[in-house]
């Protein structure tokens, strides 16, 4: 029931903020888009510029996917990568003149996330993840391995290096997911790479263990009483 709930509101926060992404893959910014000059010492005009930046870059990779094809077996990289590139900067000029910032300014933004939203993401899958682990841990404890503490310990420990493991695949999947419902893309490309759940794969796969170990703690401790 709490996943549910966790996993409702992250469903319509994420509708909330996409914002309805551009769609189109030729390179153009829209010519009806506000350009109106930003302080980006304003969080409101910083998370404005970020949003600007952040759909640039989504139509870039659109576009690059249109013209030089989104298989990455069936096309020049190199190719790919330049026409992706040229077309980022052109967006990123227009958007730099648009708002009267530096065009460095524009780059940067880009990696502006909503930490608030990546916090609900990876509380929803920490909840789904603790139902799934005390499932789990329930089923290895069940019949005699219970009877006997080092041994139930030996074996928890070891689900629990295998359930960080598990939590680090899982999370990417679970992030690359909702990102992609979020920007209307499913073509990430190398923005997974800005995930959290990405840059910090050892904080994810210790989390994971720990949060598993702590679930069969209390799932072991109920099945002795």
């Given at each position: 029931?709490?996943?549910?709930?966790?996993?409702?509101?992250?469903?319509?926060?994420?509708?909330?903020?996409?914002?309805?992404?551009?769609?189109?893959?030729?390179?153009?910014?829209?010519?009806?888009?506000?350009?109106?000059?930003?302080?980006?010492?304003v969080s409101r005009d910083a998370r404005h510029l970020a949003d600007d930046a952040q759909t640039a870059e989504d139509l870039a990779i659109r576009?690059?996917?249109?013209?030089?094809?989104?298989?990455?077996?069936?096309?020049?990289?190199?190719?790919?990568?330049?026409?992706?590139?040229?077309?980022?900067?052109?967006?990123?000029?227009?958007?730099?003149?648009q708002h009267n910032v530096p065009i460095v300014a524009v780059g940067a933004a880009v990696a502006d996330r909503r930490e608030w939203l990546d916090?609900?993401?990876?509380?929803?899958?920490?909840?789904?993840?603790?139902?799934?682990?005390?499932?789990?841990?329930?089923?290895?404890?069940?019949?005699?391995?219970?009877?006997?503490?080092?041994?139930?310990?030996?074996?928890?420990?070891?689900?629990?290096l295998s359930a960080g493991g598990t939590g680090l695949l899982a999370g990417g999947i679970w992030f690359d997911l909702i990102e992609s419902v979020?920007?209307?893309?499913?073509?990430?490309?190398?923005?997974?790479?800005?995930?959290?759940?990405?840059?910090?794969?050892?904080?994810?796969?210790?989390?994971?263990?720990?949060?598993?170990?702590?679930?069969?703690?209390?799932?072991?401790?109920?099945?002795?009483?």
């Open positions: 029931m709490i996943a549910r709930v966790v996993v409702s509101m992250t469903a319509i926060l994420l509708a909330a903020c996409a914002g309805g992404p551009l769609k189109n893959a030729n390179c153009e910014w829209p010519a009806n888009h506000v350009g109106n000059s930003l302080d980006l010492a576009h690059a996917d249109a013209s030089r094809g989104r298989a990455s077996h069936s096309r020049d990289a190199t190719e790919y990568r330049t026409v992706r590139e040229q077309c980022k900067a052109a967006l990123f000029a227009v958007i730099s003149q916090a609900l993401v990876i509380l929803g899958f920490a909840v789904v993840f603790a139902i799934v682990a005390k499932q789990v841990a329930a089923f290895m404890l069940r019949g005699a391995l219970a009877d006997s503490r080092a041994l139930a310990m030996s074996m928890l420990f070891v689900a629990a979020r920007v209307g893309n499913g073509h990430m490309s190398y923005r997974v790479e800005r995930m959290p759940i990405h840059r910090n794969r050892l904080a994810t796969f210790a989390a994971c263990a720990a949060l598993f170990a702590a679930v069969s703690a209390v799932q072991y401790r109920k099945t002795r009483s």
